[in-house]
Nanobody, 127 residues
Framework: QVTLVESGGGSVRTGDSLRLSCTDSGATFSTLAMAWFRQTPGANTKNEREFVATITNNGGWTYYADSVKGRFTISRDNTKNTVYLQMDNLKPEDTAVYYC????????????????WGQGTQVTVSS
């Protein structure tokens, strides 16, 4: 069973950094591709979540949205059942609820590809 819990969100200023964590309490984490998505205040449904970053089950391959490339880094520690999103040089447009997602089939940029989701953590960036 996959149960994802995010943490690390908060309110910061432009240019600051945050590190989000997402921990799985199940026993299959090392077999799962993981991703981070975000939902901005104007998006009302799950399908409107915006892809941020994804990583393979062994951490050997990552992919980013253009809007965060060079500022955000996704990584994972399979010994801790945790995936991270290091966010540097944050901007007001990064304000959103950030969700981690997991799937057995591999990394993806598509919401529908992921079967398991966390509850989300709020990130607010003020200018």
């Amino acid at each position: 069973q996959v149960t994802l819990v995010e943490s690390g969100g908060g309110s910061v200023r432009t240019g600051d950094s945050l590190r989000l964590s997402c921990t799985d309490s199940g026993a299959t984490f090392s077999t799962l591709a993981m991703a981070w998505f975000r939902q901005t205040p104007g998006a009302n449904t799950k399908n409107e979540r915006e892809f941020v970053a994804t990583i393979t089950n062994n951490g050997g391959w990552t992919y980013y949205a253009d809007s965060v490339k060079g500022r955000f880094t996704i990584s994972r520690d399979n010994t801790k059942n945790t995936v991270y999103l290091q966010m540097d040089n944050l901007k007001p447009e990064d304000t959103a609820v950030y969700y981690c997602a997991a799937d057995k089939l591999g990394p993806s940029t598509v919401v529908a590809a992921f079967d398991h989701w966390g509850q989300g953590t709020q990130v607010t960036v003020s200018s």
